[in-house]
């Protein structure tokens, strides 16, 4: 029965390792001609928040390369295993956009020593949840609900939002230097989406193959 | 903890208005004595754990029932509750859910539909009004239409009656100590004789002065609620003098405002004896409306007075925690 079941787990170990190198990946970088917003200027809880904080909603570099921007690759279902978790510091949402699964509980939890709320708002604009953070060190787990752009708010410091992209496709978020990396693709064509808060793109079609990274780049507006 | 958490949008004054509001719905102005002790504790404590769009308000209200405990909750309960800095307004811990038949103590801003259909098929609609006076008092106005039970039918209005509540005394309760919230109400119904006594047998055919008492506490989690009532005839040819006697007793399955209530009353006219079985359900998320469903079922004379389904849908359009802007 011991042999039985250890040659099982060989063989689908195997298998596993077949389909890894069968696999392609796609990479891209975002970029756009939009440029980024001035800094917040903060009027409460100075000494927590700063004078100033910078306005997130576009971070692009000196190169047009764009951040914060999610690559969706439409129908390859994958959900994000791990969990999702909104910090509030310095009167910030922190990381500014994120992915979770459909029903997937997201924890928000806070730094600061002041009151922050956060509420969590469909496209339609349906608050899903709204939680009080007044004390440092909590931690709230609430479910985020069916798959969409959830929208984030502080009631209380309206500057500050956060996004999470609720979602069973597979997807990965650009970073700093608006390069993004979708790894683990089967071979075949595929529709990407990009998202972006402020600004948008086109999807693309993008044929991926075996064993090697397929490039594909987004400019958006 | 107020000025810190609460303040940023409710102000320091719990008026809700503060220079530079960081939301964009102003609060409600907890200075207003009806609004802040219109209501239960329980409802408040609810609001502030759940958060608005747990009670059908505001969703800007965030929830605090992870972050405090139940003893915090409460007291942020009290110290709103004091921003009403008038006396002799009955607090809101004594406002329990409507009996059907029994008049409750506590003064009321609704709007009732009373439905009722006798088990011989007299259906009777009443229209009924209700508007608070100052602190503690109330007038009511309450229309019926009826559909007699006779061949061929007879429909037309009824006894249309007007009515004054003024609450003599009242006792807020504290959870803390045990001690019961008690309220105690004197009214008079004033019956006009609008409808066709004479030609259609609908209403009593001559004036009716009605004192009553009705008044209410809390058993553990279980509401108490009673009336008593004389039904005095100008002309008593025409209608009887009549001893009227209500007791009620219900509780909430849960604490949220569309909750199923349940309760049974007993309903006594002179000899008269009746059960009425009931169940009311709050139909919003603010519970702003309700309604309730009866079975008088008669304890005595069973044959000739059958079984009368009664019940209400109501309407709370004037109470400001109920209502939403």
């Known amino acids: 029965m011991g042999r039985i079941l250890a040659l099982g787990i060989l063989g689908t170990l195997a298998c596993a390792q077949v389909a890894a190198a069968q696999a392609g990946s796609i990479t891209g970088t975002i970029t756009t001609s939009a440029k980024g917003t001035a800094p917040v200027r903060v009027t409460i809880d100075q000494k927590v928040c700063g004078n100033e904080l910078p306005d997130e909603a576009i971070v692009v570099d000196a190169q047009g390369r764009l951040a914060n921007a999610v690559i969706s690759v439409v129908g390859l279902k994958r959900s994000v295993s791990s969990e999702t978790v909104v910090s509030n510091e310095k009167c910030r949402f922190g990381p500014r956009v994120q992915l979770a699964r459909p029903n997937a509980n997201v924890r928000t939890t806070s730094k600061d020593p002041i009151l922050h709320t956060t509420q969590a708002q469909t496209e339609n604009g349906r608050t899903i949840f709204n939680v009080a953070l007044p004390v440092p060190g909590i931690n709230i787990s609430k479910p985020i609900g069916a798959a969409g752009t959830v929208r984030l708010n502080c009631n209380t410091h309206p500057w500050m939002r956060g996004w999470v992209i609720v979602t069973d496709d597979a997807a990965a978020i650009s970073g700093a230097d608006g390069k993004f990396t979708l790894d683990n693709i089967p071979p075949g064509t595929y529709e990407l989406r990009v998202w972006h808060e402020a600004l948008k793109g086109a999807p693309q079609k993008v044929t991926v193959v075996a064993g090697k990274p397929t490039e594909i780049s987004f400019q958006l507006k | 903890m107020w000025g810190a958490w609460c303040a940023r949008c409710h102000a320091q004054d719990g008026s809700g208005k503060i220079d530079e509001p960081t939301v964009s719905v102003e609060p409600m102005d907890f200075t207003d004595c009806k609004l802040t002790t219109a209501e239960p504790d329980a409802d408040w404590e609810r609001a502030i754990a759940k958060g608005g769009p747990g009670v059908g308000l505001s969703p800007l209200m965030p929830g605090f029932e992870d972050s405090l405990t139940a003893e915090q909750i409460s007291g942020f309960v009290a110290h709103m509750r004091g921003f009403c800095k008038e006396t002799g307004w009955p607090n809101g811990n004594n406002n329990f859910p409507r009996p059907i ?211 209400y849908l109501l309407w709370e359009f004037l109470e400001p925690l109920r209502a939403r802007k």
């Open chain 2, 101 to 311: 038949i029994t008049e409750k103590a506590f003064p009321e801003n609704e709007f009732l539909i009373l439905p009722a259909v006798s088990h011989d098929r007299e259906v009777e609609f009443v229209a009924l009004y209700e508007q608070r006076l100052g602190k503690r008092s109330m007038f009511e106005v309450s229309v019926p239409a009826v559909s007699t039970a006779t061949t061929p039918r007879h429909n037309g209005l009824g006894d249309i009656e007007i009515a004054f509540k003024h609450t003599v005394f009242t006792n807020a309760g504290n959870a803390a100590t045990g001690t019961a919230p008690r309220i105690v109400s004197l009214g008079m119904d004033f019956v006009v004789p609008s409808g066709d006594h004479e030609g259609k047998g609908i209403g009593h055919g001559t004036v009716l002065f009605e004192p009553f008492i009705s008044a209410g506490t809390m058993l553990s989690n279980w509401y108490l609620q009673g009336q008593f009532k004389m039904e005095l005839p100008i002309d008593e040819t025409k209608a009887e003098r009549a001893v009227v006697y209500n007791a009620y007793i219900g509780r909430d399955t849960s604490a949220a405002p569309n909750t199923w209530t349940f309760g049974v009353e007993l309903n006594g006219e002179n000899h008269e004896l009746a059960l009425t079985p009931q169940v009311r359900k709050g139909l919003t998320g603010t519970g702003a409306l309700a309604a309730s469903i009866g079975a008088m079922v008669p304890l005595n004379e069973r044959e000739e007075r059958g079984v009368k389904w009664v019940g």
